[in-house]
């Protein structure tokens, strides 16, 4: 019987090394056996079996957010804008979208997104701005998805400068707490974040 090495077998069945290690690593495909200095091998069995298995098609997905419900016509124009963008790409896709705070990470959409891309059946994930997936973490779902091989593709790279970022930062983080305060103390944290917003309209006046 035949071995093959895994930069062989990838080029045989059609996908990336990268791709069977993380294969071999979930269970999907072990290799025929690993030699003492860590290469692994494949069959020839191997390969007759997986040839006769066709992959799932991966899909590109459009992921849109808004922080609350009260922004559900922004949301609905920010959908629509992936839409267009995704197709004029001419290739199948579909949205998720999202009500929740950018530094909630249990939004239902993103665990969907994540699941997804961890099941290797997303390609590409398409947002309008890179803080709509998440405010902070961003880096940290783009590497987990790179493992999978789907890329993070924003649409809206405009930069900002560090105050509006920081502004909008603050924003976030006291709404999120100023949700479990009750009385003035709530009170307080509206304000401030008003305060906020208000400098920040003022000085881009």
Known sequence: MRYFTIN??????????????????????KPHHTSQNGYRYY????????????PKPQITIGYCRVSSP???????RQVD???????????????ISDIGSGINYKRKGLLELLDRITKNEVEKVVIMYK????????????YVASLHECEIEV?????KTEQEELV??????????????????????????KELVGEQDDENV
């Open 131 to 142: 803080d709509r997936l998440l405010r902070f973490g961003f880096e940290l779902i783009e």
């Open 81 to 95: 804008n992936v839409k267009t963008y995704l197709l004029a790409q001419g290739k199948p896709f579909e949205i």
């Open 168 to 193: 909008e930062d603050l924003v976030q983080i006291i709404t999120v707490f100023s949700c479990k305060l009750q009385g003035k103390r709530a009170h307080k944290a509206r304000k401030l974040i």
């Open 43 to 54: 069959s020839e069995e191997q390969l007759n079996q997986i040839l006769r298995i066709k």
């Open 70 to 76: 009260k922004q559900k016509d922004d949301l609905v």
């Open 155 to 159: 649409i809206d790279n405009t930069p």
């Open 8 to 29: 062989k077998f990838s080029k045989m069945v059609g996908v990336t090394p990268q791709t069977l290690r993380n294969w071999d690593k979930a269970g999907k495909l």
